[in-house]
Protein backbone atom coordinates (compact mmCIF):
# COMPACT_ATOMS: atom_id res chain seq x y z
CA UNK A 1 0.00 0.00 0.00
CA UNK A 2 0.91 4.01 -0.45
CA UNK A 3 1.83 5.47 2.17
CA UNK A 4 0.13 9.10 3.25
CA UNK A 5 1.32 11.63 0.91
CA UNK A 6 1.61 15.18 1.40
CA UNK A 7 1.77 17.93 -1.02
CA UNK A 8 3.60 20.33 -1.41
CA UNK A 9 6.70 19.63 0.75
CA UNK A 10 8.41 22.88 1.01
CA UNK A 11 6.36 26.49 0.66
CA UNK A 12 6.94 29.56 1.22
CA UNK A 13 4.77 32.48 1.81
CA UNK A 14 4.64 35.97 3.14
CA UNK A 15 2.97 37.78 6.14
CA UNK A 16 -0.47 38.07 5.21
CA UNK A 17 -1.47 35.49 2.37
CA UNK A 18 -3.23 32.10 2.80
CA UNK A 19 -1.87 28.85 2.22
CA UNK A 20 -3.80 25.45 1.28
CA UNK A 21 -1.68 22.01 1.99
CA UNK A 22 -2.98 18.58 0.76
CA UNK A 23 -2.93 15.40 2.30
CA UNK A 24 -3.72 12.14 0.50
CA UNK A 25 -4.11 9.28 3.11
CA UNK A 26 -3.68 5.34 3.04
CA UNK A 27 -6.19 3.47 0.74
CA UNK A 28 -9.44 2.85 2.85
CA UNK A 29 -8.45 4.94 5.39
CA UNK A 30 -11.35 7.37 6.55
CA UNK A 31 -9.36 8.98 9.70
CA UNK A 32 -7.12 12.28 8.69
CA UNK A 33 -5.29 14.11 11.30
CA UNK A 34 -3.81 17.28 11.22
CA UNK A 35 -0.42 18.16 13.64
CA UNK A 36 1.79 21.70 13.47
CA UNK A 37 5.17 20.96 14.80
CA UNK A 38 7.67 23.39 15.96
CA UNK A 39 10.77 23.65 17.77
CA UNK A 40 9.11 25.54 20.68
CA UNK A 41 5.59 24.19 20.73
CA UNK A 42 6.21 20.53 20.09
CA UNK A 43 4.07 18.55 17.92
CA UNK A 44 0.42 20.04 18.69
CA UNK A 45 -2.84 18.89 16.99
CA UNK A 46 -4.61 20.75 14.70
CA UNK A 47 -7.91 18.73 13.60
CA UNK A 48 -9.26 15.46 12.89
CA UNK A 49 -11.41 14.63 10.04
CA UNK A 50 -13.68 11.60 9.59
CA UNK A 51 -15.70 10.68 6.55
CA UNK A 52 -16.35 14.10 5.62
CA UNK A 53 -17.05 15.77 8.95
CA UNK A 54 -14.76 17.60 11.75
CA UNK A 55 -14.85 14.91 14.78
CA UNK A 56 -12.08 16.55 16.45
CA UNK A 57 -10.58 20.05 17.32
CA UNK A 58 -7.28 21.62 18.86
CA UNK A 59 -6.77 24.91 20.45
CA UNK A 60 -5.23 26.65 17.54
CA UNK A 61 -7.21 30.22 15.81
CA UNK A 62 -10.08 30.36 13.21
CA UNK A 63 -7.64 30.97 10.92
CA UNK A 64 -6.63 27.55 10.44
CA UNK A 65 -9.26 25.33 8.97
CA UNK A 66 -9.58 22.13 6.82
CA UNK A 67 -11.56 19.80 4.93
CA UNK A 68 -11.72 16.52 3.69
CA UNK A 69 -13.36 15.41 0.59
CA UNK A 70 -15.72 12.17 -0.31
CA UNK A 71 -12.35 10.01 -1.74
CA UNK A 72 -10.80 10.68 1.94
CA UNK A 73 -8.21 13.63 0.71
CA UNK A 74 -7.94 16.62 3.12
CA UNK A 75 -6.76 20.17 2.50
CA UNK A 76 -5.56 22.42 5.24
CA UNK A 77 -6.02 26.21 4.75
CA UNK A 78 -4.25 28.96 6.89
CA UNK A 79 -5.15 32.49 6.18
CA UNK A 80 -3.45 35.76 7.02
CA UNK A 81 -0.03 34.03 7.44
CA UNK A 82 2.22 35.07 10.60
CA UNK A 83 5.34 34.45 11.35
CA UNK A 84 4.70 31.90 13.93
CA UNK A 85 3.21 29.97 11.11
CA UNK A 86 6.02 28.35 10.34
CA UNK A 87 6.13 24.95 10.91
CA UNK A 88 6.60 21.42 9.79
CA UNK A 89 2.63 20.40 9.08
CA UNK A 90 1.87 16.87 9.36
CA UNK A 91 -0.74 14.58 8.33
CA UNK A 92 -1.74 11.78 9.97
CA UNK A 93 -4.41 8.86 8.44
CA UNK A 94 -5.42 6.07 10.18
CA UNK A 95 -8.50 3.18 9.71
CA UNK A 96 -9.42 4.08 13.69
CA UNK A 97 -10.73 0.41 14.88
CA UNK A 98 -9.51 -2.14 17.18
CA UNK A 99 -5.78 -3.65 17.12
CA UNK A 100 -5.02 -1.52 14.18
CA UNK A 101 -5.59 1.73 15.94
CA UNK A 102 -2.59 3.89 15.11
CA UNK A 103 -1.48 6.82 13.04
CA UNK A 104 0.23 6.41 9.77
CA UNK A 105 1.95 9.87 9.44
CA UNK A 106 3.22 11.63 5.82
CA UNK A 107 6.62 12.95 5.36
CA UNK A 108 5.24 16.45 6.19
CA UNK A 109 4.94 19.83 4.57
CA UNK A 110 7.65 22.26 5.32
CA UNK A 111 6.23 25.84 6.12
CA UNK A 112 8.04 28.92 5.86
CA UNK A 113 6.66 32.05 6.38
CA UNK A 114 8.98 35.34 5.52
CA UNK B 1 -7.70 15.60 28.27
CA UNK B 2 -4.81 14.10 28.31
CA UNK B 3 -0.76 14.84 28.90
CA UNK B 4 2.58 13.92 28.22
CA UNK B 5 5.73 14.47 29.75
CA UNK B 6 9.10 13.15 28.24
CA UNK B 7 11.49 13.40 31.40
CA UNK B 8 14.70 13.61 29.38
CA UNK B 9 14.83 16.05 26.40
CA UNK B 10 18.42 14.76 25.38
CA UNK B 11 19.95 11.09 25.85
CA UNK B 12 23.69 10.62 24.79
CA UNK B 13 24.49 6.88 24.83
CA UNK B 14 27.18 4.78 23.61
CA UNK B 15 27.37 2.49 20.86
CA UNK B 16 25.68 -0.72 22.05
CA UNK B 17 24.74 0.47 25.47
CA UNK B 18 21.06 0.01 26.73
CA UNK B 19 18.82 3.13 27.18
CA UNK B 20 15.72 4.03 28.75
CA UNK B 21 13.79 6.85 27.47
CA UNK B 22 11.23 7.79 30.07
CA UNK B 23 7.73 8.65 29.38
CA UNK B 24 4.48 9.47 31.92
CA UNK B 25 1.79 10.43 30.95
CA UNK B 26 -1.70 11.84 32.38
CA UNK B 27 -5.38 10.87 32.01
CA UNK B 28 -8.90 10.61 33.74
CA UNK B 29 -9.80 8.31 31.51
CA UNK B 30 -8.25 4.71 29.31
CA UNK B 31 -5.60 5.54 27.48
CA UNK B 32 -3.63 3.95 24.17
CA UNK B 33 -0.20 4.99 24.45
CA UNK B 34 2.26 5.14 21.39
CA UNK B 35 6.33 5.37 20.87
CA UNK B 36 6.87 7.32 17.07
CA UNK B 37 10.73 8.37 16.27
CA UNK B 38 11.08 10.99 13.69
CA UNK B 39 14.51 11.32 11.67
CA UNK B 40 15.36 14.31 10.09
CA UNK B 41 12.97 16.08 7.58
CA UNK B 42 11.11 13.20 7.70
CA UNK B 43 7.68 12.00 9.29
CA UNK B 44 6.81 10.11 12.10
CA UNK B 45 7.28 6.59 12.43
CA UNK B 46 5.58 4.18 15.23
CA UNK B 47 7.49 2.22 17.25
CA UNK B 48 5.47 0.63 19.51
CA UNK B 49 1.68 0.57 20.83
CA UNK B 50 0.34 -0.44 23.48
CA UNK B 51 -3.83 -0.73 23.42
CA UNK B 52 -4.81 -3.44 26.06
CA UNK B 53 -3.60 -6.58 27.54
CA UNK B 54 0.34 -7.44 27.89
CA UNK B 55 1.90 -4.74 29.70
CA UNK B 56 4.82 -5.29 28.19
CA UNK B 57 4.74 -4.36 24.15
CA UNK B 58 7.73 -5.39 21.63
CA UNK B 59 8.44 -3.28 18.47
CA UNK B 60 10.50 -2.47 15.66
CA UNK B 61 14.35 -2.06 15.56
CA UNK B 62 14.49 -4.06 18.51
CA UNK B 63 12.69 -1.55 20.97
CA UNK B 64 10.33 -2.25 23.77
CA UNK B 65 7.89 -0.83 26.35
CA UNK B 66 6.14 -1.22 29.84
CA UNK B 67 2.73 0.08 30.22
CA UNK B 68 3.05 1.10 34.23
CA UNK B 69 -0.65 2.08 35.42
CA UNK B 70 -0.13 2.48 38.88
CA UNK B 71 3.26 4.74 38.06
CA UNK B 72 1.02 6.16 34.70
CA UNK B 73 4.20 5.40 33.00
CA UNK B 74 5.05 3.90 29.43
CA UNK B 75 9.51 4.29 29.07
CA UNK B 76 10.85 3.26 25.77
CA UNK B 77 13.68 0.45 26.42
CA UNK B 78 16.63 -0.88 24.23
CA UNK B 79 19.25 -3.39 25.64
CA UNK B 80 21.76 -2.42 23.06
CA UNK B 81 21.65 0.62 20.75
CA UNK B 82 23.36 1.44 17.33
CA UNK B 83 24.45 4.47 15.23
CA UNK B 84 21.03 4.53 13.09
CA UNK B 85 18.97 4.60 16.36
CA UNK B 86 20.08 8.41 16.47
CA UNK B 87 16.98 10.44 16.17
CA UNK B 88 14.04 11.96 18.27
CA UNK B 89 11.91 10.05 20.12
CA UNK B 90 7.96 10.90 20.55
CA UNK B 91 5.45 9.38 23.65
CA UNK B 92 2.23 9.85 22.70
CA UNK B 93 -1.35 9.19 24.52
CA UNK B 94 -5.14 9.48 23.28
CA UNK B 95 -7.75 8.40 25.01
CA UNK B 96 -9.25 4.65 24.37
CA UNK B 97 -11.94 5.01 21.86
CA UNK B 98 -12.52 8.96 21.12
CA UNK B 99 -11.28 9.10 17.96
CA UNK B 100 -7.34 9.96 16.89
CA UNK B 101 -6.76 13.20 18.77
CA UNK B 102 -2.97 12.41 20.04
CA UNK B 103 -1.79 14.26 22.48
CA UNK B 104 2.47 13.79 22.41
CA UNK B 105 5.28 14.64 24.68
CA UNK B 106 8.02 17.26 23.61
CA UNK B 107 10.55 14.19 22.10
CA UNK B 108 13.84 12.93 23.62
CA UNK B 109 16.60 13.66 21.13
CA UNK B 110 18.86 10.30 21.39
CA UNK B 111 22.17 10.51 20.01
CA UNK B 112 24.23 7.55 20.04
CA UNK B 113 27.94 7.58 20.02
CA UNK B 114 30.55 5.29 18.06
Known amino acids: KAGVTQTPRYLIKTRGQQVTLSCSPISGHRSVSWYQQTPGQGLQFLFE???????NKGNFPGRFSGRQFSNSRSEMNVSTLELGDSALYLC?????????????FGPGTRLTVT | AQSVTQLDSQVPVFEEAPVELRCNYSSSVSVYLFWYVQYPNQGLQLLLKYLSGSTLVKGINGFEAEFNKSQTSFHLRKPSVHISDTAEYFCAVSAANTGNQFYFGTGTSLTVIP
Open chain 1, 92 to 104: ASSSGTGVNYEQY
Open chain 1, 49 to 55: YFSETQR
